[in-house]
């Protein structure tokens, strides 16, 4: 679950920076890009059409990305190959942006390459973890879990299950609060740093090392299928 956990929050601090400071858009929350994709055909001003497009189309590359490398390694070393990916797309990404001295859109052609490149880091990090102690987990995108949430908790109540149902209520609660922690602290001042987005890199590529190291230590059997 830890894995689950940190990359949940990993995820969290990215929506929140990109979306406040540099990108106006969600890298991992598609269903908050679909919203700002409707509102902008519908004419608000508040949005723009390219910016969310962008987002989903980004997010949906990095899921392409993400199948072809399951393809093609062994599972035994899928995720850190993932992870990797994922800070490899990071990298550039802050290459390109440079450090955000204050809150502002990037626009153009650079605004576009950044929005595809964030969105599809977390597109590949959706492939990396599916289960949890047996449970569907999803560390990008939380309405489906807040969902599931509700049914689980609904069975318990009802008294209709227990101990499987108590079981993922805790997994979907825990990735849930490490998701909104992720995006507080973006928000807060580690999220203000001028290089904010060096942080969530630096994350992804220590546990990418630490798990391609110490394979035994993370049991990839249950949390990346």
């Given at each position: 679950?830890?894995?689950?956990?940190?990359?949940?929050a990993?995820?969290?601090?990215?929506?929140?920076?990109a979306?406040?400071r540099?990108?106006?858009v969600?890298?991992?929350?598609?269903?908050?890009?679909?919203?700002?994709?409707?509102?902008?055909?519908?004419?608000?001003?508040?949005?723009?059409?390219?910016?969310?497009?962008?987002?989903?189309?980004?997010?949906?590359?990095?899921?392409?990305?993400?199948?072809?490398?399951?393809?093609?390694?062994?599972?035994s070393?899928?995720?850190?190959?993932?992870l990797?990916?994922?800070?490899?797309?990071?990298?550039?990404?802050?290459?390109?942006?440079?450090?955000?001295?204050?809150?502002?859109?990037?626009?153009?052609?650079?605004?576009f390459?950044?929005?595809?490149?964030?969105?599809?880091?977390?597109?590949?990090?959706?492939?990396?973890?599916?289960?949890?102690?047996?449970?569907a987990?999803?560390?990008?995108?939380?309405?489906?879990?807040?969902?599931?949430l509700?049914e689980?908790i609904?069975?318990?109540v009802?008294?209709?299950?227990?101990?499987?149902?108590?079981?993922?209520?805790v997994?979907?609660?825990?990735?849930?609060?490490?998701?909104?922690?992720?995006a507080?602290v973006?928000?807060?001042?580690?999220?203000v740093?001028?290089?904010?987005m060096?942080?969530?890199?630096?994350?992804?590529?220590?546990?990418?090392?630490?798990?391609?190291?110490a394979?035994?230590?993370?049991?990839?059997?249950?949390?990346?299928?």
């Amino acid at each position: 679950m830890f894995v689950a956990v940190l990359l949940a929050a990993v995820t969290g601090f990215v929506d929140a920076v990109a979306f406040g400071r540099f990108l106006g858009v969600f890298p991992a929350n598609q269903s908050g890009n679909a919203v700002f994709l409707g509102m902008a055909i519908g004419g608000s001003p508040v949005s723009t059409v390219w910016r969310p497009a962008s987002a989903m189309v980004g997010f949906a590359l990095g899921i392409v990305v993400g199948q072809l490398v399951r393809r093609r390694v062994h599972r035994s070393r899928l995720s850190p190959w993932l992870l990797g990916c994922e800070f490899v797309l990071f990298v550039v990404a802050i290459a390109i942006t440079g450090p955000i001295e204050r809150v502002h859109l990037i626009g153009g052609g650079k605004g576009f390459v950044l929005i595809v490149l964030t969105s599809m880091a977390m597109g590949v990090q959706t492939e990396v973890i599916r289960h949890v102690a047996g449970t569907a987990v999803a560390t990008t995108y939380q309405t489906g879990a807040i969902a599931r949430l509700g049914e689980a908790i609904s069975r318990l109540v009802s008294r209709a299950a227990r101990l499987r149902e108590e079981r993922e209520v805790v997994v979907l609660l825990v990735v849930l609060v490490a998701y909104v922690g992720g995006a507080a602290v973006g928000a807060a001042a580690p999220g203000v740093w001028r290089w904010s987005m060096i942080l969530a890199a630096t994350v992804v590529a220590a546990l990418a090392v630490l798990w391609f190291v110490a394979p035994s230590r993370f049991v990839t059997s249950r949390e990346d299928n």
